[in-house]
């Protein structure tokens, strides 16, 4: 105890007074958000409820968004706590964040935000925390000039925060859905046939859990899409990458032939939907909806890329092989068939299944060139009259079917989760095929780079 | 090459019409889908909404690029980057689905409004943060190692470096970087569309709450609702495509020139 006391006491000795008033006020901020965060979440997991009728003024109706909100809270106190001690540590750092804390939740606060009494003795308490910082930090300077450092150090932090956020906000986009969708996945989800609409809410929940239905047929409507827009976008891909790297002369066409191509690869993709949509309807009398009009749609959004990516790794080939090719006599067709292609597989391959990843998680074209609403399997559909199933398609359907004329915050928290399924369904297929481009690429990378 | 012939020009085809007519008759202010197709308001919002989205997402990501350029391990670099590039792909189906259930409440609780430009600007941000941070990431690193150690040598400190020295070489490569995310922004479409409403006729206003429309949802809401796909709807809907085309062609073409500048410098 008496150590402590001692410690204490030179830390009180060594600091200045005012910044650590100042750091303690923004701690007691934090120590009040933290404490709301938790007793909203007792509150909510104690008696089910929402917080709304514990301390009244939410607007919420969600426990989820409760749990949120309780979450957010814990976030918030974590670098008040972070600025209370970078404050009594005199770095400028504490005052930035404080300040910014200040003002912030003085708008939240008059924005109409839940809990304005909280929200107004936070700010107060943070703004003269800052004013106090900001006044220890002027005689701080005027006796002692450790600027640089401070500065150095403060930057790096803020630095870091920002990548945390950066990095914070895309896995837990990833965590959200896959701990939503876990519970409804399984052999039978991906398997299974989906004969029923998204009105039925029992039939739905009742179905997944006992191993009915599931998403069977748009995953292999998805793969077949995706399957034959590879078929027409390879030959013209490779076959256009080949002409560019070792036949094209450099010339004004091959410039005009490069832009046009740049200039596909910047067309949207709702208009190529749009495209697909009318354009095989109108002139060929197909379906507006149709397994070749959509695969043909898909090839051109994924085309600039198979050349590009097939283009580049032809060039890195090195220029021995070839002269090593022809030194033996062979002609140009073989050098290119035997020798550069096969040296510039891997790239190739890594292009392919980049793009078919590419392929498989679009949605804006798949819904209005391909299908959405369709629930039959591949051996059923036609070539260019059946609206076929896919993956991005029944995600799309779930939503429209789950939130129409419902509140935000409303909707039946279960078939959000089947839908949750779906869409931890299309990233995993879409990150297995990315991981296994990237696996290729680093695998042949370093074949090439041991021989 | 013909297929790329084949697409532009059918889209400039049948789009230069409802063009030509926008810009003899005025662009209008009303949109009814039936004989009022007025798209002021949406290409004012489209503007909105993308700049407000690269703002967010420079802000947060290139920081976080000259955190892993300058400040990190290169263990830590090498774990964020492929994460990052990899999570950059995840479908915009899937974004739209997840803003709708997480993004809106939490908006519509602290600000109100809900479904609208504010959690739209929250969802690109978050889409575009991974192009953001690898692209200006590269350009940094792209600053040769020399100048760092000059800089060094003469007594600043790393963040000195990085804010005098690296920040200004690195420039056109960070403008490069926002360049591309303000297109592939502007070109989104799935997730915008299930955030932002959509209202065909937002009002022209700096609030970012109330629902709202870029070109992109115009074209994707309305696609199917002329059964025929000949009438004036149809033709509408491909001037709006040509327009926003134009204006992605136009970020391209500037991408390319800052990138010849910066390689004959």
């Known amino acids: 105890m008496n150590s402590y006391l001692k410690s204490l006491r030179t830390y009180l000795k060594t600091h200045e007074r005012e910044k650590i008033f100042a750091g303690l006020l923004i701690c007691i901020c934090g120590g009040l958000s933290a404490s709301y965060g938790i007793l909203l979440a007792v509150s909510v997991v104690t008696s089910g409820i929402s917080g709304s009728s514990f301390l009244g003024a939410l607007p919420f109706t969600d426990i989820v968004a409760d749990l949120l909100l309780s979450l957010l809270c814990f976030a918030t ?127 739905i929940i009742e179905g997944v859990k006992s191993g009915i239905i599931g998403i069977g047929p748009q995953i292999a409507g998805s793969l077949l899409l995706c399957g034959l827009c590879e078929l027409i976008s390879i030959p013209l891909g490779l076959g ?40 095989f309807a109108h002139e060929f009398g197909w379906a507006q909806r149709s397994l070749l009009g959509g695969a043909i749609c898909l090839a051109f959004m994924i085309l600039p890329w198979n050349i590009r990516i097939a283009e580049e790794s032809i060039k890195r080939v090195s220029a021995d092989f070839k002269a090593a090719a022809y030194a033996l006599g062979s002609t140009k067709l073989q050098t290119i068939r035997h020798v550069i292609l096969a040296a510039a597989a891997p790239g190739i391959l890594t292009g392919i299944l980049l793009g078919f990843g590419a392929a498989f998680g679009e949605a804006a074209v798949v819904l209005f060139a391909a299908g959405n609403e369709g629930a039959l399997w591949p051996s059923q559909l036609t070539l260019t009259s059946s609206d076929i199933p896919t993956l991005p398609g029944w995600i799309y359907g779930a939503f429209r079917h789950l939130t129409q004329s419902q509140d935000v915050t409303q909707g039946g928290w279960r078939e959000q989760n089947v839908a949750f399924a779906g869409s931890l369904v299309l990233i995993f297929i879409f990150l297995a095929v990315t991981v296994a481009a990237l696996l290729v690429r680093n695998h042949f990378n370093k074949k090439l780079a041991g021989t | 090459m013909g297929i790329v012939f084949l697409v532009v020009g059918y889209i400039a085809w049948q789009g230069y019409p409802a063009v030509v007519n926008w810009f003899l008759n005025g662009f209008g202010m009303f949109w009814d889908g039936e004989s009022n197709f007025g798209v002021i308001p949406t290409i004012f919002s489209t503007f909105y909404v993308g700049a407000g989205a690269v703002v967010i997402a420079t802000a947060i990501g290139i920081p976080t690029a000259f955190y892993l350029a300058e400040f990190s391990s290169s263990k830590i670099r090498n774990l964020i980057k492929p994460s990052l590039e990899t999570l950059a792909g995840i479908p915009s189906v899937v974004m739209g689905y997840f803003g709708y259930f997480y993004i809106v409440p939490i ?159």
């Not at chain 1, 404080?98 to 943070?126: D, E, K, N, Y």
């Not at chain 2, 309305?222 to 992605?248: C, K, S, T």
């Open chain 2, 107 to 265: 908006v519509f609780a602290y600000f109100g409004g809900g479904l609208g430009v504010l959690s739209a600007w929250i969802i690109l941000a978050i889409m575009s943060l991974p192009f953001v941070v690898s692209i200006s990431e590269d350009a940094i690193r792209a600053v040769p190692n020399s100048y760092r150690e000059a800089s060094q040598g003469l007594g600043a400190t790393r963040w000195q470096t990085a804010w005098h020295v690296v920040l200004p070489e690195a420039k056109s490569g960070i403008l490069t970087a926002i360049l591309l995310a303000l297109a592939s922004v502007l070109g989104e479409t799935m997730a915008v569309w299930m955030v932002i409403g959509p209202n065909f006729n937002p009002a022209i206003t700096l609030d970012p709450r109330p629902p709202s429309n870029v070109l992109t949802t115009l074209i994707a809401a309305n696609v199917g609702q002329d059964a025929a796909g000949v009438g004036a709807l149809n033709e509408a809907l491909y001037g709006v495509a040509l327009i926003l085309f134009m204006l992605i062609g136009i970020l391209n073409i500037a991408v390319t020139a800052l990138a010849r500048r910066r390689l004959s410098k």
């Open chain 1, 240 to 279: 256009s990458a080949i002409y560019l790297s070792e036949y094209a002369p450099q010339n004004l066409l091959t410039k005009v032939i490069r832009f046009f191509i740049e200039t596909l690869a910047g067309i949207p993709s709702v208009i190529l939907g749009l495209f697909g949509f009318t354009f």
């Open chain 1, 77 to 203: 106190a974590v670098p008040l706590f972070l600025a209370g001690y970078l404050l009594a540590e005199s770095h400028y750092g504490g005052i930035v964040i404080a300040g910014i804390f200040g003002i912030g939740s003085f708008i939240t606060s008059i924005f109409g935000i839940t809990i304005p009494a909280l929200g107004l003795t936070i700010s107060v308490l943070c703004l003269i925390g800052t004013l106090l910082g900001l006044w220890g930090q002027r005689k701080t300077i005027r006796t002692k000039t450790r600027a640089p450092v401070i500065e150095e150090n403060v930057m790096k932090l803020c630095l870091r925060l920002c990548g945390l956020i950066a990095v914070g906000c895309l896995f837990f986009v990833i965590a959200v859905i896959f701990i939503r969708g876990m519970y409804s996945v399984s052999w039978d989800f991906v398997t299974k046939p989906w004969p029923v609409s998204w009105s039925d809410a029992t039939a």
